[in-house]
């Protein structure tokens, strides 16, 4: 059960997180906590399955970087592993299921095409699943999202 404070917590760190020598120290003034505590908020958040990972967001084009959407059709009673072995990969980063056909959708940013294809020739071999479909973007539309948590 998220209190208040969790709440006003996971609103600020989305779209907000303090760019400072001591974040928590920041974040919790503004949520009239200690700098310990917000982090031990934090951090319970995330092993309790509330937050995945507290990290920074980049612009991967503009650092150079290419990305692609994909998509797998994995049996049912494999889902779990498969998508182990997806997200065993540092450049992975989204990994969801979706009912229906394919049904595991992930997003792989890397330096190259060429390490992409290198990276899903690595997870269909490791999986066993074929063809991983590699929807590369012919425009990118990126809209901000935050989840706002209301009480």
Known sequence: MLDAI???????????????ADPYADIGRS???????ALSRVQRLVKTGVLRKVGPFFDARKMGYTSTLCAMDVPEDRLDIVASIVSSYPQVTHNYYRAGHPNLWFTVIAESKERI???LSGISRKSSINPIHNLNAKKMFKVKVDLKVGE
């Not at 969790?6 to 760019?19: A, S, T, Y």
């Open 6 to 20: 969790d709440k006003d917590l996971l609103n600020r760190i989305q779209g907000d997180f303090p760019i400072s």
């Open 117 to 119: 294809e290198e990276i």
């Open 31 to 37: 949520l009239g906590i200690s700098a310990d505590e």
